[in-house]
């Protein structure tokens, strides 16, 4: 894409109601407006909310959102020029229960009270398979320590990966990871009869490893 191309969402961006993206030292000062306020001051409701980490188009937060109007689904990613495309689809399409906030990962705990959010989605993240980088995945024990602030005791976070470096890293985190379990993991889901329903909608890049003979991984964990 075009550098102007890019400037150009992320002007759009900025006039989107549905896209969040604070300056850094609001998000320092712990003064975002929303963080506690979710549910009754952006969504005007009391339904459970969703995360999609590392959203990128927000193929999964919309089809999550479009299939469960009785929830709230936030999209999270650092690029703004990914957000703008499923922004723009739930502006168009009056999604009112779908969302996009455009930081880093790490930043999260800025946004969101502890136990704010039910349940969270990891779907093809960056699987980060250089050296030295391990602790970036999301997956690492650093993160897992970041999403148990924010969901409530027992609740659920969901990797669906075409990396079997991430997977099994995964697996292998769990095995020592004493505030979570391990409640299901598969190494080809369409292999078989699909465990969930939500496991049915395919991104972009899903698609693309499809053809290409990839394998998709899915893997459940319950946290404490």
């Given at each position: ?13 900025e ?37 999609e ?7 999964y ?69 250089e ?41 292998l ?24 329903p ?27």
């Amino acid at each position: 894409m075009g550098s102007k191309n890019k400037l150009k969402r992320f002007k759009e961006n900025e006039t989107f109601s549905n896209v969040i993206q604070p300056p850094r030292e609001l998000l320092e000062a712990n003064n975002f407006e929303w963080k506690g306020k979710w549910k009754k001051g952006y969504f005007k409701n009391e339904n459970p909310i969703t995360l999609e980490l590392a959203c990128g188009r927000g193929e999964y937060t919309l089809a999550l959102a479009e299939t469960y109007p009785e929830r709230n689904f936030i999209g999270v990613d650092v690029k703004g020029a990914r957000i703008w495309k499923g922004a723009r689809y739930a502006l168009e399409n009056e999604l009112h229960n779908a969302a996009f906030v455009r930081t880093r990962i790490e930043q999260l705990d800025h946004f969101f009270h502890p136990g704010e959010v039910s349940e969270i989605w990891i779907t093809f993240p960056d699987p980060f398979l250089e050296n030295g980088k391990a602790n970036r995945r999301l997956t690492s024990p650093r993160f897992l320590d970041s999403y148990r602030k924010m969901l409530p005791n027992g609740g659920l976070v969901h990797l669906k990966t075409d990396s079997p470096e991430l997977y099994e890293y995964t697996l292998l985190v769990m095995e020592t990871y004493e505030h979570a379990s391990l409640e299901l993991h598969q190494d080809d889901i369409y292999s078989k009869e699909l465990v969930m329903p939500e496991l049915a909608f395919k991104t972009y890049y899903e698609n693309r490893h499809l053809q290409d003979g990839l394998t998709i991984k899915y893997v459940r964990i319950r946290l404490k």
